[in-house]
């Protein structure tokens, strides 16, 4: 147990929908960060938040956006979704937010768009 | 463009035997490499963290071998068991931010009893 919990572990929507997915990080964590995994591809960064702020931004689309509240826990809201959004979402948090921490990752939600 | 490759895609070896997972990266400029373990349906999970002075670094059966100057490192598993069946990825950062993450697709291994 990496300390780091996601909610809810499956969503399954239609197309055009919206949903929010959360994430808590491990305590004392101040960097959230957002990763989407589908089919047989490797982990894409989508986004990062440090202590309530944008710290960097992957290939996260338009209709994606993200924030993190004052206790510290995200939430990445995905918009107009469509059948390519259906992937695992991963959140991870760390201490800070050089390139050197290590990361800790959620168990992830699994997202499927009908 | 910053890549990192892994191979091979997927290995199955018996129970018991050693194999050697390869990551090539093209990544500049390089902080470090990292190697994650993610069992199916699950969050990765870090093994390894090295930095550009580190050539070799153990947790357990796992021994990760970082050549800077080739670019390239390897994850040795040493007397699998069938708990190290999962996918191993490598990531190489550029240092700063999480953008600067550049992840490979990893390698899938297969142990069998």
């Known amino acids: 147990d990496s300390g780091v919990t996601q909610t809810p572990k499956h969503l399954i929507t239609a197309t055009g929908q919206r949903v929010t997915l959360r994430c808590s990080p491990r305590?004392?964590?101040?960097?959230v960060y957002w990763y989407q995994q589908s089919l047989d591809q490797g982990l894409q960064f989508l986004i990062q938040y440090y202590n309530g702020e944008e710290r960097a931004k992957g290939n996260i689309l338009e209709r994606f956006s993200a924030q993190q509240f004052p206790d510290l826990h995200s939430e990445l809201n995905l918009s107009s979704l469509e059948l390519g959004d259906s992937a695992l979402y991963f959140c991870?948090?760390?201490?800070?937010?050089?390139?050197?921490?290590?990361?800790?990752f959620g168990p992830g939600t699994r997202l499927t768009v009908l | 463009k910053n890549q990192v490759e892994q191979s091979p895609q997927s290995l199955i070896i018996l129970e018991g035997k050693n194999c050697t997972l390869q990551?090539?990266?093209?990544?500049?400029?390089?902080?470090?490499l990292r190697w994650y373990k993610q069992d199916t349906g699950r969050g990765p999970v870090s093994l390894t963290i090295?930095?550009?002075?580190?050539n070799t670094k153990s947790n357990g059966r796992y021994t990760a071998t970082l050549d800077a100057d080739t670019k390239q490192s390897s994850l040795h598993i040493t007397a699998s068991q069938l708990s190290d069946s999962a996918s191993y990825i490598c990531?190489?950062?550029?240092?700063?931010?999480?953008?600067?993450?550049?992840f490979g697709k990893g390698t899938h291994l297969i142990i069998q009893p």
């Open positions: 991870a948090s760390s201490a800070r937010t050089s390139g050197y921490n290590e990361q800790f």
């Open positions: 305590s004392g964590d101040l960097s």
């Open positions: 990531v190489v950062s550029v240092g700063g931010g999480a953008d600067g993450l550049t």
């Open positions: 990551c090539n990266y093209t990544v500049s400029p390089f902080s470090n």
């Open positions: 090295m930095t550009f002075s580190e």
